[in-house]
């Protein structure tokens, strides 16, 4: 059972579009919420990551939306581009400190 | 920048046959780690490890088993291969920034296939 729940498992998205990746999880325990990005034949790279205590965090195009009350957060992508075609994970920490539980991941394709 | 080399990107074994996978970090990290990657159910933790010769189970320890004898090295073995063990494997180290946040770093991956 995957504490943390992640949707769509793939997403095809034309250049310029907004992609978004949204992520849901059970326990309230977790206290940080990272983001991986993983390119064909490389490992997962950190990409961005929030804590809840803001409800949004923005890095050039990406941005992390969260929602405690409803125990959601979201990566949305702006301005899309071929580039950004690689598999994304969510993840989350609990305060404990214990280890990094992942989302399914989620293979986005961004159309020329 | 942060380099965890895996030492094989492919690599195909039979059932029953007992498989090593080697990862190196060169960033002194203490925490290493363990995953299989498989579609539709992310990463999953397989073992790690906060220093030499201390080892944890992760999630899904069933079937392997780790060494890491010296700091910059962490093992995964598999100590008689199975056909529900193909995966991809990918081991990472990890830093914690000032922050109390960790970042893992991540090598390339062994995919493992099990004949």
């Known amino acids: 059972q995957q504490q943390v729940k992640q949707s769509p498992q793939s997403l095809i998205v034309q250049k310029g579009g907004i992609s978004i990746i949204n992520c849901a999880y059970e326990?309230?325990?977790?206290?940080?919420f990272p983001w991986y990005q993983q390119f064909p034949g490389k490992g997962p790279a950190l990409l961005i990551a929030?804590?809840?205590?803001?409800s949004e965090k923005k890095e050039g195009r990406f941005t992390i939306s969260f929602n405690k009350s409803a125990k959601q957060f979201s990566l949305h992508i702006m301005d899309s581009q071929p580039g950004d075609s690689a598999t994304y994970f969510c993840a989350a920490v609990n305060n404990a400190g214990n280890m990094l539980t992942f989302g399914g991941g989620t293979r986005l394709m961004v159309k020329p | 920048d942060v380099k965890v080399t895996q030492s094989s990107r492919y690599l195909v074994k039979r059932t029953g046959e007992k498989v090593f996978l080697e990862c190196v970090q060169d960033?002194?990290?203490?925490?290493m780690f363990w995953y299989r990657q498989d579609p539709g159910l992310g990463l999953r933790l397989i073992y790690f490890?906060?220093?030499?010769?201390?080892?944890e189970k992760g999630d899904i320890p069933e079937g392997y088993s780790v060494s890491r004898e010296k700091k910059e090295r962490f093992s995964l073995i598999l100590e008689s291969a199975s056909t529900n063990q193909t995966s991809m494997y990918l081991c990472?180290?990890?830093?914690?920034?000032?922050?109390?946040?960790?970042?893992?770093?991540f090598g390339s991956g062994t995919q493992l296939s099990v004949l």
């Open positions: 490890s906060y220093d030499v010769k201390m080892k």
């Open positions: 929030i804590r809840p205590d803001v």
């Open positions: 960033m002194d990290h203490e925490n």
């Open positions: 990472a180290s990890s830093l914690v920034d000032r922050g109390n946040n960790e970042k893992l770093f």
């Open positions: 326990n309230t325990a977790f206290d940080y």
